[in-house]
């Protein structure tokens, strides 16, 4: 009795001995990971191409048309979009004249003050171009225009480079909300303006700031001149190899669907329409869009340098044809039904993604976006793929959240606040008919993994501790 007794009690010190390591060891660990420096990360949002418009340019092979466009690129990270030039060199052209370049870095903002660099992100280029005397970051933004069909691209502009600058706040676009912090606004965008023998630049673009550039100016432009009549998705895409360092690349492209149509008349301008406008999106997922009938306007280009067609000869008029009663299907007019429900409140399982459900008339196509809160940080969340549904079927949207809105919902759950996902639905048709429902709220929690629950990691020290503790316990308990 006296040995079991004294087992029970080594047992019961041990035990406390245990906590009390595990517990220092487990402050130690979060007070270091608390005061760790972390990255301020930017991040680019591609705003939608605008302002659409043809021009006619003259070339030495003849006439050819160039659409035109606005672009712009925002900053809506937690850190500025700042470049530095480093080790300038020449390159000699073949009429004998000097170009200036340099090896551009970017430099990233970390929490405690200091910079971090992430060399060789692209070239600065002393440009000279449309009367520009300063230096632009090369490559920075893509122009594509693709087909609706395949999604096979048909034009391109050269790899567009600019001199970057905090220009517009990211309030003055009405379609892109945004109550975020404002940075500093110190960088205006002379990029050096008349130096080519600078040994440095620094350039870039702000939190909460826009860098915007109008149509059919440096570069703004695609030659489509010898494009067919068709659909096509015109995409701007930043950031299009990866090589910038940001906190969410999944918002880097957007686009306008558009048709092109050729007039019957020889050197005639084409005429460009707005279809649809995809926000965030490379291409609009409404469902199939190859099972859509060709437009009328599907005609090659005329060739250029044609001449004008010759005048049709009169033809005395027909006699008149009798008339013949025909049943004519109406075009679908009226915008499909949607009723979007769901759990109010949801658990952030796996890491990323939570669930709606909708229901709709008739087949349609349910996208979803979204407003994710959590005290004073928010993040807008585009489209992330939807769900194509069929008449009267009710089923699940996956709603998949950004890197940057888990962040900020995890941050938020830490400090026990909570986080609230605003929904909206956008519904549409296979003739394009869309209805928006808005005003669900979400409540997320958090929610374990199908793993189940993790457990705190241990520090080294706790590890061999608890190892100790489970080999002492055995021998005594023997």
Known sequence: MALSALVKTLRARFAVLLALVL????????????????????????????????????QPDGRHWMLGFW?????????????????????????????????????????????ERNRDVGTLHYYTGFGHVHWHLEPFDRYELRRVQDYKQVATDRKQGFCLGSRRRISDFSYVPYDGPFGNQDWNGS????????????????????????????????????????????????????????????????????SIYWPPQSGAAPQVTVRRSCFGQEKCPVGDESTLPPPPEDSPPPPPGS?????????????????????????????????????????????????ISARCDELCSVLEKGLLRARRSSVRIGAAGGATLAANERGRVPFKLSPRAVRIARSAFAHRRSVWLEVEVLAVDKTGNETRRSGRTIRIVPGASKAGRTAPRLSTAAARALGLYCHLGGRLGR
């Not at 008349?194 to 703004?220: K, R, S």
């Not at 906190?247 to 669907?257: F, K, R």
């Not at 010759?310 to 009723?339: G, W, Y």
Request: glycine share 8%; proline share 11%; charged share 20%.
């Open 23 to 58: 517990g220092a060891a487990l402050l130690a660990g979060a007070a270091a990971r608390a005061d760790a420096p972390t990255e301020r990360l930017p991040d680019l949002v591609q705003l939608m191409p605008d302002q659409l418009q043809v021009e006619a340019s003259d």
């Open 191 to 258: 990029c050096m303006a008349n130096q080519p023998d600078a040994d440095t630049v620094t350039e870039g673009i702000q939190v909460g700031w826009a860098d915007d550039y109008p149509p059919l100016v440096e570069g703004q432009q695609i030659d489509i001149t010898h494009v067919p009549a068709g659909r096509y998705y015109l995409v701007h895409r930043a950031n299009a190899d990866g090589v910038i360092r940001e906190s969410d690349l999944s918002n880097n492209a957007s686009s306008v669907q558009i």
């Open 307 to 355: 001449p004008p067609s010759p005048p049709a000869s009169p033809v005395p008029p027909a006699p008149p044809a009798p008339i013949v009663e025909q049943s004519v299907t109406p075009r679908d007019t009226r915008s499909p039904r949607v009723a979007a429900g769901g759990r109010r409140r949801q658990r952030l399982a796996d890491g990323d993604t939570v669930f």
């Open 71 to 115: 672009s712009a690129v925002a900053n809506e990270g937690e850190g500025p979009l700042r470049f530095q030039g480093r080790d300038p060199y020449q390159k000699t052209l073949p009429d004998g004249s000097k170009d200036y370049f340099m090896h551009a870095d970017q430099l990233v903002t970390i929490s405690d003050g200091s910079l």
